[in-house]
């Protein structure tokens, strides 16, 4: 059984950074693409930014410039450095793969962690 766990969220001040964490664990044989979304109180799930295998990224418009995704395949780990955090950076992170595992391909949900920028 895969799982993805996510790490890092919080209350953090307007300007401030954070990190999160998303740990995939179980039988994995390798990992495709990885990518945070986010989900703010009464809108729809949004891609916030994506990174393949061989570490090609991609961001929303929003957050160009100040998020960072990066990826361990040894650790089967993704981050997101979130700096310059703005109010409307408030949301749910969750983080998403592309997983074989066994001899399947499917794609896996983490749990969500609570980023809240507020003063």
């Known amino acids: 059984q895969v799982q993805l766990v996510e790490s890092g969220g919080g209350l953090v001040q307007p300007g401030g950074s954070l990190r999160l964490s998303c740990a995939a664990s179980?039988?994995?044989?390798?990992?495709?693409?990885m990518r945070w979304y986010r989900q703010a109180p009464g809108k729809q799930r949004e891609l916030v930014a994506g990174?393949?295998?061989?570490?090609?990224?991609w961001y929303a418009d929003s957050v160009k410039g100040r998020f960072t995704i990066s990826r361990d395949n040894a650790k089967n780990t993704v981050y997101l450095q979130m700096n310059s955090l703005k109010p409307e950076d408030t949301a749910v992170y969750y983080c998403?793969?592309?997983?074989?595992?066994?001899?399947?391909?499917?794609?896996?949900w983490g749990q969500g962690t609570q980023v809240t920028v507020s003063s």
């Open positions: 998403y793969a592309d997983i074989v595992a066994n001899t399947l391909l499917r794609d896996y």
């Open positions: 179980g039988s994995i044989r390798s990992i495709n693409i």
């Open positions: 990174i393949s295998s061989g570490g090609s990224t």
